[in-house]
């Protein structure tokens, strides 16, 4: 069953409820910017006390256990009225860390971790990358009489300054990889900035591991790491997509406001049909992403989604980022050199949105895994054709001779 959202409820819920919140957060944006400092912890916990921390978590765990489709709404509209960027990115991240703690199952971790993640008062973290071909994992884990001892490092990790706690992915001994749940203050964590062109504020880091010794009670899976890290990526591809397209939508209204005043030959310049054709195509772009954006929420809610990879999550997420990318070149083109200048809404936009490029997945290893799984789709489709027509027709396929070649079907 589809879930049809009430897009002016929606709207309305994040101004009248959240609104003040926004305020306070786009009035700090181009200063954390410029410095390249996270949104602080006090900002989120306060975000945690408005209920945006748990608004898909469980009831059981505190949360408010609403649909992916409202939360993905919502953050539309996080996107298209927060000027940081990095705040709905990193909304969305830290609740995917919480489900994915809550649908372990264990009291211990609901308990410990996902009720005080709810409630703003601790941050999670995803430990996958480390700079470094997506599946050339170093960090290693290895089993004593006492537990296990991690070594290693992950490079970046999202909200690494102001997280808590983070699920680490680590090679064992025999290659399988394991998930671990390590702690900020655990002996031989070490937590440093980094520092990326955008989404400035997101508190990225490395956190390097250096004999880090952990109990078992902190394994989250003890083999297929990678089955999990995946699960992950496909929660963070449904929610990207959303608040991207938030943000060019309010940059599409900013540029028909800008654009409207400007007069050339006694007309304002929307008047001219070459910028009425491009904002005609930026309008389309923005429609059908709505719609991929819907249909992917909606997949995740049906029971057909496939939490390990899912084709109609990543096909989500690959599309709206190339149609977000190609419409801010398009509304920039037309702005013209305003739309470079720091004080633009632009610019900064332009930064922001590049670094969707690489997170969760990279585009053009998307483009590989969406082409593959679409082949062999097809090729599913071929065969069960084949077989259907065989059964109806014994002939079906003999071959045929056609102008002296032997042609087969």
């Avoid at 409820?17 to 944006?29: A, Q, R």
């Avoid at 064992?172 to 937590?191: C, H, N, S």
Wanted: hydrophobic share 40%.
């Amino acid at each position: 069953m589809s879930i049809h959202p009430d897009f002016e409820a929606i709207s309305s819920e994040v101004e009248d409820y959240y609104g003040d919140f926004i305020e306070v957060i786009n009035k700090g944006t181009n200063e954390r910017d410029r410095t390249a400092s996270p949104i602080s912890r006090e900002q989120l916990k306060k975000a945690g006390e408005l209920g945006l921390s748990g608004f898909t978590v469980a009831k059981e765990a505190g949360g408010q256990g609403r649909s992916h489709v409202e939360w993905g709404m919502a953050l539309r509209e996080f996107g298209r009225l927060c000027t940081d960027r990095a705040l709905p990115l990193l909304l969305a991240y830290r609740q995917s860390v919480a489900n994915m703690l809550f649908d372990t199952g264990r009291q211990d971790l609901i308990d410990r971790y996902v009720r005080p993640m709810v409630k703003g008062e601790c941050f999670g973290g995803f430990g996958w990358s480390e700079d470094k071909d997506p599946f050339s994992f170093e960090t290693s884990i290895r089993k004593t009489s006492q537990g296990y001892v991690l070594d290693g490092q992950k490079i970046p990790i999202a909200g690494a300054q102001t997280a808590d706690v983070f699920l680490v992915l680590a090679r064992r001994e025999d290659e399988d990889l394991m998930v671990v749940l390590v702690e900020r203050d655990d002996p031989g964590v070490e937590i440093k900035p980094y520092v990326a062109t955008g989404l400035r504020a997101l508190g990225l880091g490395t956190v390097h591991f250096e004999g880090v010794r952990l109990s078992p009670d902190r394994i989250i899976a003890e083999r297929d790491g990678v089955s999990y890290g995946q699960r992950f990526f496909n929660e963070r591809r449904t929610t990207m997509p959303c608040w991207a397209l938030g943000c060019i939508e309010a940059l599409f209204e900013h540029t028909v406001k800008e654009l409207s005043q400007r007069i050339r030959y006694g007309l304002p310049v929307t008047e001219m049909q070459t910028v009425q054709a491009a904002l005609g195509r930026v309008h389309v772009s923005m429609e059908a992403s709505l719609q991929m954006i819907l249909h992917s929420l909606n997949h995740v809610v049906s029971g057909e989604y496939n939490k390990v990879w899912d084709l109609t999550v990543t096909t989500g997420k690959y599309f709206v980022v190339e149609q977000a990318l190609a419409s801010l070149r398009t509304l920039q083109s037309i702005v013209g050199g305003a739309a470079v200048f720091a004080e633009s809404p632009y610019e900064r936009a332009m930064r922001d949105l590049h670094c969707l490029i690489p997170i969760a997945g990279t585009q053009q290893l998307l483009e590989c895994d969406i082409g593959n799984r679409a082949i062999t789709l097809a090729q599913m489709k071929f065969q069960q054709q084949r077989r259907r027509s065989i059964n109806e027709d014994p002939t079906f396929g003999q071959s045929a001779s056609l102008f002296g070649v032997s042609a087969s079907i």
